[in-house]
């Protein structure tokens, strides 16, 4: 199977997922997660026709994003540490990695230095797996504390200058079933709808789904998917 031949069941699958819920399936926007693989491989699957690339480590994407010299979109996906924040924005459009305030204001200060906004999501650790990362939320619907948490934590970042806050991410636990990941992306979805209706900002985007729950997590309402082995193969 070529890059092309694995971007087209990709892209299949995402239509066949859209279909069931009645969805429009250009509402969801396909991230090739290109981490590990080489520049050429990008313009292999830019070739094919995808515009939108993510990378987990600002390292590689310094050596590897310059080497991509056709118009794409480049998201940052993974966990950024604070005293990298300031080389995030000039290489990314988009961060879907923001799980803390200080990250957030690290980035907010790059970004107004430099003049211009950056897109950014919040990465929610819905499920409370300790080995995932993003802003702890785990019972927010039940947990009084958890939930002024989380709240005073989006309100402080949403009011930062220079950011301008599209919407949730989050990854799903591993499981056996991709149904089973379906609560996950559920909740970060209610999440996302009951936040927007407090605080005000429209959070039009979701980040959910990988190579093994993507279906179901566009299903759910994701708009943007992030999808590495099903396109260039294990890593
Ligand atoms: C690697 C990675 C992906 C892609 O994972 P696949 O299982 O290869 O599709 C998506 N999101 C994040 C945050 C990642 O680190």
């Given at each position: 199977?070529?890059?092309?031949?694995?971007i087209q069941r990709v892209?299949?699958?995402?239509?066949?997922?859209?279909?069931?819920?009645g969805r429009d399936p250009a509402a969801v926007t396909l991230i090739a997660v290109s981490k590990t693989h080489p520049a050429a491989l990008v313009l292999?699957?830019?070739a094919a026709g995808v515009q939108h690339f993510g990378e987990n480590r600002v390292e590689e994407?310094?050596?590897?994003?310059?080497?991509?010299?056709?118009?794409?979109?480049?998201?940052?996906?993974?966990?950024?540490?604070?005293?990298?924040?300031?080389y995030v924005p000039p290489l990314f459009n988009v961060v879907h990695s923001v799980d803390r305030l200080k990250l957030?204001?690290?980035?907010?200060?790059a970004v107004t230095e430099r003049g211009g906004t950056l897109d950014v999501l919040l990465e929610i650790n819905i499920s409370g797996e300790e080995s995932k990362g993003g802003l702890p939320a785990f019972g927010w619907q039940t947990d009084p504390a958890v939930r002024a948490a989380v709240w005073e934590e989006v309100r402080q970042?949403?009011?930062?200058?220079?950011l301008n806050v599209r919407g949730l991410m989050t990854m799903a636990p591993i499981v056996p079933d991709m149904q089973a990941a379906r609560p996950v992306f559920a909740g970060l979805r209610e999440l996302r709808d009951r936040l927007a209706e407090s605080l005000g900002p429209p959070l039009p985007d979701l980040s959910m789904g990988m190579t093994d729950d993507y279906p179901v997590a566009v299903e759910e309402g994701a708009t943007l998917v992030r999808i590495g082995r099903a396109i260039f193969g294990e890593r």
């Amino acid at each position: 199977m070529s890059i092309a031949d694995n971007i087209q069941r990709v892209q299949e699958t995402i239509t066949t997922a859209c279909a069931r819920v009645g969805r429009d399936p250009a509402a969801v926007t396909l991230i090739a997660v290109s981490k590990t693989h080489p520049a050429a491989l990008v313009l292999e699957a830019a070739a094919a026709g995808v515009q939108h690339f993510g990378e987990n480590r600002v390292e590689e994407a310094e050596s590897k994003i310059p080497q991509v010299n056709v118009v794409t979109t480049w998201h940052m996906i993974g966990h950024i540490q604070s005293r990298k924040a300031k080389y995030v924005p000039p290489l990314f459009n988009v961060v879907h990695s923001v799980d803390r305030l200080k990250l957030a204001d690290k980035l907010a200060r790059a970004v107004t230095e430099r003049g211009g906004t950056l897109d950014v999501l919040l990465e929610i650790n819905i499920s409370g797996e300790e080995s995932k990362g993003g802003l702890p939320a785990f019972g927010w619907q039940t947990d009084p504390a958890v939930r002024a948490a989380v709240w005073e934590e989006v309100r402080q970042i949403c009011a930062l200058p220079g950011l301008n806050v599209r919407g949730l991410m989050t990854m799903a636990p591993i499981v056996p079933d991709m149904q089973a990941a379906r609560p996950v992306f559920a909740g970060l979805r209610e999440l996302r709808d009951r936040l927007a209706e407090s605080l005000g900002p429209p959070l039009p985007d979701l980040s959910m789904g990988m190579t093994d729950d993507y279906p179901v997590a566009v299903e759910e309402g994701a708009t943007l998917v992030r999808i590495g082995r099903a396109i260039f193969g294990e890593r």
